[in-house]
């Protein structure tokens, strides 16, 4: 459809063929985006965002989201290769080394948990920032962080990452408000359903949480080509008008308070 012809994307977080951000930037591509592509060093050396690279003809410019002077680089680079601001970019970020080591909500290691909220949370405001710093983003300009409904609702083995979705979030309104009052830049998190990634499927008895959302939504889970059209969607300039949402994109689970199929499955008599 051509929905992205002539806009200048930055895609964090494709690590392999399963990840979102893999689908969006090939949707973005697709769609007429021209698109650099970023992701940790460590995920650059065992990932195959090489062969997306390839694909979408795109450089690869390596940055750990924690690291500040990493993101300096990788916002300075990213103009280079397009000629000055960009059109917006993609938080497709998550790791939590609490769930790494099977610590649950109440027995956190406090330095794995900060690495959490760094690593999952503020580094969209590092990436903000940065560019906040270096006018790196063009008018009318969309930046995308990817959540998780545990930011509004307690979903046991989510862990600490439930606090760095609330936080995630938090960043998206904030950052949405400065951004969106000096350069009409856009900033929204999109809620999305259980979907089968390497990060996803860390989350203990991801199984449970997949089948779950699938029987509660009346629509069914989104996956991740479903997640990366609409991404297109508010990368594109027919959502202009939206900021600093959270918009679900979970096929109603977040409204819906039971299904039928959940109830039938509790149908046994009490007396
Ligand atoms: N999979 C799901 O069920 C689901 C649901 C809702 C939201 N999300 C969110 O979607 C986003 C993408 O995850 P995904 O499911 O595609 O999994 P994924 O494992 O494919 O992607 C996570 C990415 O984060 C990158 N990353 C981790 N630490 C980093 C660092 N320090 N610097 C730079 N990059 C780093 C990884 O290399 C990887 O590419 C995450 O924010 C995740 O929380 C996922």
């Not at 960009?86 to 690495?115: A, C, Q, V, W």
């Not at 989104?222 to 990366?228: I, K, S, T, V």
Request: proline share 3%; hydrophobic share 40%; charged share 25%.
């Amino acid at each position: 459809m051509g929905l992205l012809e002539g806009k200048k994307l930055l895609i964090t977080g494709a690590l392999d063929e399963k990840s979102i951000a893999w689908k969006v930037a090939e949707r973005s591509f697709e769609e007429g985006a021209q698109i650099v592509l970023t992701n940790a060093p460590a995920a650059l050396r065992f990932g195959k965002v090489k062969e997306l690279a390839e694909k979408i003809t795109a450089p690869i410019i390596p940055a750990d989201a924690t690291n500040l002077d990493d993101i300096h680089n990788l916002i300075e680079k990213t103009m280079e290769h397009f000629g000055g601001p960009f059109d917006g970019f993609l938080h497709s970020i998550g790791m939590s080394p609490n769930i790494r080591k099977k610590r649950e909500y109440t027995n956190l290691n406090y330095d794995f948990y900060i690495k959490t909220l760094d690593i999952s949370a503020i580094s969209l405001h590092k990436m903000l920032q940065v560019c906040w710093e270096k006018d790196a983003l063009a008018e009318w300009a969309s930046v995308i962080a990817l959540s998780y409904i545990a930011a509004q609702r307690v979903f046991p083995k989510y862990g600490d990452m439930a606090d760095a979705k609330a936080l995630l979030e938090s960043i998206v309104r904030n950052f949405g408000y400065w951004y969106g009052k000096r350069k009409k830049v856009r900033i929204n998190a999109v809620s999305q359903s259980p979907t089968y990634t390497t990060a996803g499927s860390s989350v203990p008895g991801f199984d449970a949480f997949f089948n779950y959302a699938d029987k509660m939504s009346p629509l069914g889970n989104a996956d991740a080509d479903e997640c990366a059209n609409f991404c297109v969607a508010l990368f594109s300039d027919l959502t202009k008008k939206i900021t600093m949402h959270t918009i679900y994109h979970d096929g109603g689970f977040h409204a819906t308070g039971v299904s039928v199929e959940i109830m039938t499955e509790f149908e046994t008599k009490n007396e």
